[in-house]
């Protein structure tokens, strides 16, 4: 069975009966004809869906001219992409400047010759088909390279986890946990989606680390313990300066993620709200899913030890606003262990220094 084809509808305004019916009788065997005979009408037939492709519009109607009409089209952004072409007996010079100014397409002057009327409207479907096709064409490229920069950075911060011998689940656990933990919170859904990109480059400064004090399987000295404090301010070089938020976010927690809410952390002692909301999440992330997790040095610390731990921890270590909201979220916290739960073959040895020792 032969699928029927959709003509393209075409919105006529004209306060003149007969005029709608010339227009009509013109363009009817091509297209699908609506007709409105005052602006206040096009204004709602031209939202109803499915919406014209393209509308003929009269300037000298009552009440509302067709100048006023184009304007109320071009304001609504329902309709503000609909060409619009004015046919008219208005043919001076300064009414056709205003009518392109005023956003139409094209300006035809009363009495219609058909010939041009049937050209110009076809010539305009076919422009704004193109550019519907267009914009459809540069949206899909545009979501395709969202969804690689996301790719990247992901890729990026897993390479920084498998430099410290981890799994690639750690960075997917402490991003959901770090997630769930922002929404609890109430933070705008892109701020966090922002987070749940951003926070697998928290650890990418251990990139910069030698392999003899990354690696080491003992407590680190003194000396060591310096150097692997560096880590964050080589994630933030890394990173590097740049507007896209999403950077911005993932410096800012590779930067800050080692500060603790007392102002005794690291690398530069800021304390409660001077550590940027983004970074105090991800701290109790990281540490949770670091107790959480078994590792060749440790068995996995229960749900409950790890509980305990925060809580002991807030107002020192954590932020205690945020440590009680995650405590909160008991349930959603074991969904996320359960789905993404460490494979017994693939444990990995690690240093202590998600825990802040």
Same mark, same amino acid.
């Given at each position: 069975?032969?699928?029927?084809?959709?003509?393209?509808? #075409?919105?006529?305004?004209?306060? /003149?009966?007969?005029?709608?019916?010339?227009?009509?009788?013109?363009? @009817?065997?091509? &297209?699908?004809?609506?007709?409105?005979?005052?602006?206040?009408?096009?204004?709602?037939?031209?939202?109803?869906?499915?919406?014209?492709?393209?509308?003929? $519009?009269?300037?000298?109607?009552?009440?509302?001219?067709?100048?006023?009409?184009?304007?109320? =089209?071009?304001?609504?952004?329902?309709?503000?992409?609909?060409?619009?072409?004015?046919?008219?007996?208005?043919?001076?010079?300064?009414?056709?400047?205003?009518?392109?100014?005023?956003?139409?397409?094209?300006?035809?002057?009363?009495?219609?010759?058909?010939?041009?009327?049937?050209?110009? #409207?076809?010539?305009?479907?076919?422009?704004?088909?193109?550019?519907?096709?267009?914009?459809?064409? %540069?949206?899909?490229?545009?979501?395709?390279?969202? /969804?690689?920069? &996301?790719?990247?950075?992901?890729?990026?911060?897993?390479?920084?986890?498998?430099?410290?011998?981890?799994?690639?689940?750690?960075?997917?656990?402490? /991003?959901? &946990?770090?997630?769930?933990?922002?929404?609890?919170?109430?933070?705008?859904?892109?701020?966090?989606?922002?987070?749940?990109?951003?926070?697998?480059?928290?650890?990418?400064?251990?990139?910069?680390?030698?392999?003899?004090? $990354?690696?080491?399987?003992?407590?680190?000295?003194?000396?060591?313990?310096?150097?692997?404090?560096?880590?964050?301010?080589?994630?933030?070089?890394?990173?590097?300066?740049?507007?896209?938020? =999403?950077? #911005?976010?993932?410096?800012?927690?590779? =930067?800050?993620?080692?500060?603790?809410?007392?102002?005794?952390?690291?690398?530069?002692? $800021? @304390?409660?709200?001077?550590?940027? =909301?983004?970074?105090?999440?991800?701290?109790?992330?990281?540490?949770?899913?670091?107790?959480?997790?078994?590792?060749?040095?440790?068995?996995?610390?229960?749900?409950?030890?790890?509980?305990?731990?925060?809580?002991?921890?807030?107002? /020192?270590?954590?932020?205690?606003?945020?440590?009680?909201?995650?405590?909160?979220?008991?349930?959603?916290?074991?969904?996320?262990?359960?789905?993404?739960?460490?494979?017994?073959?693939?444990?990995?040895? %690690?240093?202590? #220094?998600?825990?802040?020792?």
């Amino acid at each position: 069975m032969t699928q029927a084809v959709t003509k393209p509808i #075409v919105l006529v305004v004209d306060d /003149s009966a007969d005029n709608i019916q010339i227009l009509h009788g013109l363009l @009817s065997d091509k &297209y699908s004809i609506r007709a409105a005979t005052s602006g206040a009408k096009a204004l709602a037939l031209a939202a109803i869906e499915p919406m014209p492709d393209l509308i003929l $519009l009269d300037v000298m109607m009552p009440e509302m001219d067709g100048f006023q009409t184009c304007i109320r =089209l071009k304001h609504n952004p329902l309709t503000r992409h609909i060409p619009i072409i004015f046919v008219t007996a208005k043919t001076d010079i300064v009414d056709e400047r205003t009518g392109f100014e005023l956003g139409a397409v094209d300006y035809i002057s009363k009495p219609v010759k058909p010939a041009i009327l049937e050209a110009r #409207v076809k010539t305009h479907l076919t422009l704004a088909s193109r550019a519907n096709q267009l914009e459809s064409l %540069v949206q899909l490229r545009t979501q395709e390279l969202e /969804s690689a920069r &996301y790719k990247i950075i992901h890729k990026l911060g897993r390479a920084a986890e498998f430099r410290d011998n981890e799994t690639g689940l750690h960075i997917i656990r402490m /991003s959901q &946990y770090g997630y769930l933990l922002a929404r609890k919170i109430d933070q705008p859904a892109h701020w966090c989606q922002l987070f749940l990109s951003a926070a697998p480059m928290h650890d990418i400064g251990k990139i910069g680390i030698p392999d003899a004090v $990354l690696l080491k399987p003992g407590k680190l000295t003194a000396e060591e313990y310096i150097i692997i404090q560096t880590h964050p301010a080589i994630g933030a070089k890394i990173i590097g300066d740049d507007d896209d938020p =999403l950077l #911005v976010m993932a410096k800012e927690i590779a =930067l800050y993620h080692h500060e603790r809410w007392d102002g005794t952390g690291y690398p530069n002692g $800021l @304390s409660q709200d001077q550590i940027p =909301l983004c970074a105090r999440i991800a701290t109790i992330a990281d540490v949770f899913d670091a107790l959480t997790t078994p590792r060749t040095y440790k068995t996995a610390w229960s749900i409950d030890d790890a509980f305990n731990y925060l809580r002991d921890g807030a107002g /020192s270590q954590f932020d205690p606003l945020l440590v009680t909201a995650f405590l909160e979220c008991k349930a959603e916290i074991i969904d996320i262990c359960t789905q993404f739960a460490e494979p017994t073959s693939r444990l990995a040895a %690690v240093t202590a #220094v998600e825990l802040n020792d």
